[in-house]
């Protein structure tokens, strides 16, 4: 089994039904253990709740956390991934939590470590594994089980690793996935399954969840969004698309109000949303306990 956590397709059905299973089990958890290990934040690009979520998660169980970003560390300077990884190892940190622009970062980052576990806090337009595990735990606490339930992903698809995370894992737990997006904001190829779903109304009368996307200016060429109202009227989700509806709202935030989602709707009570960030620290101590103590993983799991 690889230690790092790169990608949802990396882990397979296996690990993250574990994960998910071990967060639940921490929730209930009387005690937690102290596992004693260092976790470097490495996060070169802008984070507040996955970073102190991760945070949360490590220094709950003991750890010693250091976290830098890229304003002020020499990544300004020009360093590279493969320079700060090697870096971070010789200091002695057990597990490096990574955030970087490039699509390919966690992967290359996993390549160079040679006792370092690396896990993806999101790269580029590529997944972001620990996203995936806390929507897929927020759901299965909502619905019971996926089997057969839709997931309408709406948004910004194409630039959102939440997205590939998502989808990927989602269809694990048996989900019908569907998407919507502009057709710019579509990638060039979805996998087979993935219901298209044409604006936004529809995918809520669709949907039994819809997961909302911000649409990530920083990773989109110019050009693609013609204006914010043309993008609102088809593609945004609105209030009285939910009304008389059973459908819950998700979104990894940060919610840009009244642009992809109504801002009353984010404290409705469709809104899961709280209840993502509040699963996010129970993930991330889940991805700790199977990294540093997979001793203790049974114990959790048989209580
Ligand atoms: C997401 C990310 O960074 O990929 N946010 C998050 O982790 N909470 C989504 C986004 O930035 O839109």
Not at 21 to 26: E, S, W
Not at 31 to 48: C, I, Q
Not at 79 to 93: M, S
Not at 229 to 248: F, H, K, M, P, T
Request: aromatic content about 4%; charged content about 20%.
């Amino acid at each position: 089994m690889q230690r790092h956590l790169v990608g949802i397709s990396q882990i397979g059905a296996v690990r993250c039904h574990r994960l998910i299973a071990l967060a639940r089990a921490i929730r209930q958890a009387s005690a937690l253990p102290r596992l004693d290990k260092s976790v470097a934040l490495a996060f070169f690009e802008p984070s507040t709740r996955t970073r102190l979520s991760f945070e949360a998660a490590a220094t709950r169980l003991g750890c010693r956390v250091a976290a830098f970003s890229s304003a002020g560390s020499s990544i300004e300077k020009g360093e590279t991934v493969a320079d700060t990884i090697r870096t971070l190892e010789a200091i002695g940190f057990d597990a490096i939590v990574l955030r970087h622009r490039a699509s390919d970062a966690a992967e290359h980052a996993a390549s160079i470590a040679k006792h370092a576990t690396i896990v993806n806090a999101g790269d580029g337009c590529h997944e972001h594994p620990t996203q995936a595990l806390l929507d897929a735990l927020t759901l299965l606490d909502e619905f019971g089980s996926l089997e057969g339930k839709r997931i309408a992903i709406i948004g910004d698809i194409r630039h959102s690793r939440v997205y590939r995370s998502d989808a990927a894992l989602l269809g694990m737990l048996g989900a019908i996935v569907g998407v919507c997006a502009p057709p710019l904001l579509m990638p060039s190829h979805l996998p087979d399954g993935i219901v298209q779903l044409p604006d936004a109304a529809s995918a809520i009368e669709w949907a039994d969840a819809a997961i909302v996307l911000r649409l990530q200016r920083e990773r989109m060429d110019s050009g693609l969004v013609p204006s914010l109202s043309d993008y609102r009227r088809r593609y945004a989700v609105r209030r009285e698309y939910l009304v008389g509806s059973r459908v819950r709202l998700l979104h990894p935030g940060p919610v840009n109000p009244d642009i992809e989602l109504d801002a009353v709707l984010v404290e409705s009570e469709h809104s899961l949303i709280q209840r993502q960030v509040s699963n996010g620290v129970f993930i991330r101590m889940a991805v700790m306990i199977d990294i540093f103590a997979t001793e203790l993983v049974e114990h959790f799991l048989s209580h």
